[in-house]
């Protein structure tokens, strides 16, 4: 009865998503476009791939998502796409749009596994569907902070030696970019030259730079830049200064960290390490005794 049940709701799932994808479905022309995603800033980026893998959903949804007010929503996300430099590239509608892709999923799925697991799983699938893109930009958004981070002070040592070998600031950015290899770095690095093109100042293009990444070291460093061409002071000197105090913290957080490794290391040893250890000492000794009691009986 439950395999007749399973293949039943199985059956009028599918019908209803043959419906539902033939009345949603664009036209290969729209379908086509869907395919070309344009960086209007030039700096090389490309949807991530989970946009990708997603796109004809997306674009079946975009309509849907455009008519949900979520203010809040809409909000957060404007500043996620902001820190990932894809505001360019993403859309807030198709962005929503992914949310209710892998929100529909997830119930599609968790109708599927109705009769098979307990409804506690089959409630929590459709919610973990719902908050996983959230999860998501939050995980990318870290993760590309931390790769600005650990580039940041290579940047500012080449930096600093270009400009006090003569070169102006623009240029050395722009010659620095041209031998980087592509990074989270590089394209903010590129963006903050496109907008300088088109018409932005040095000093609008660096707090643009410093709000879409929002990291501490990059505040910093446009403060100084910004600071030093108001006052007329060398830039080359500021950068000196901002590239000092940085390796500064580098070594500082890694020596924070190694006297962190040890304390991380004693939960392992105590549980895995030293029974082995003592098992291989103490083992023998165990064995012979026990064998050497049994003889003497």
Same mark, same amino acid.
């Given at each position: ?31 086509? @476009? ?11 980026? &490309?949807?991530?791939? @989970?946009? %990708?893998?997603?796109?004809? =959903? ?14 809040? &929503?809409? /909000? ?24 209710? &892709?892998?929100?529909?999923? +997830? ?18 699938? =459709? ?21 600005? %981070?650990? $580039? ?7 930096? &600093? ?11 050395? *950015? ?16 590129? #963006? ?8 932005? +100042?040095?000093? /609008?293009?660096? %707090? ?6 929002? @990291?501490? $070291?990059?505040?910093?460093? *446009? +403060? ?17 200064? $901002? ?29 895995? #390490?030293? =029974?082995?250890? @003592?098992? #291989? ?6 064995? $012979? ?9």
């Amino acid at each position: 009865m439950s395999a007749l049940l399973l293949f039943t709701i199985f059956a009028l799932l599918a019908v209803a998503a043959t419906m539902f994808v033939y009345n949603a479905m664009p036209d290969f022309q729209q379908i086509n @476009l869907s395919k070309r995603f344009t960086d209007e800033l030039g700096a090389g980026r &490309t949807p991530p791939n @989970l946009i %990708k893998m997603f796109r004809l =959903p997306i674009l079946m949804l975009t309509d849907l998502a455009s008519g949900l007010q979520l203010p809040k &929503t809409r /909000e957060r996300y404007e500043n996620d796409l902001r820190a990932l430099g894809l505001e360019k590239v993403i859309s807030l509608d198709q962005l929503i749009a992914l949310k209710l &892709t892998v929100f529909f999923i +997830s119930c599609l799925y968790a109708l599927m596994l109705l009769v098979m697991l307990p409804i506690f799983f089959c409630v929590a699938l =459709p919610f973990l569907g719902w908050v996983y893109v959230d999860i998501w930009l939050k995980d990318r958004i870290k993760k590309r902070k931390v790769e600005i %981070k650990r $580039q940041l002070p290579f940047l500012l040592d080449m930096l &600093t030696l270009s400009v006090e070998a003569g070169m102006e600031f623009t240029a050395a *950015v722009n010659k620095i970019v041209s031998k980087m290899a592509p990074s989270a770095l590089r394209e903010e690095l590129t #963006i903050f030259l496109r907008q300088m093109q088109l018409g932005m +100042s040095r000093r /609008e293009a660096l %707090k643009a730079m410093a709000e879409r990444v929002d @990291l501490i $070291q990059i505040n910093s460093m *446009v +403060s100084a830049l910004i600071q030093a061409s108001e006052m007329g002071a060398s830039i080359g000197g500021a950068l000196r200064t $901002q590239s000092e105090i940085l390796n500064s913290e580098r070594f500082t957080e890694a020596e924070k960290k190694g006297a962190e490794a040890s304390q991380k290391m004693l939960f392992p040893m105590v549980i895995f #390490i030293i =029974p082995a250890v @003592l098992l #291989i000492i103490i083992g023998p000794l165990v064995i $012979q005794f026990i064998h050497g009691g049994g003889g003497g009986l």
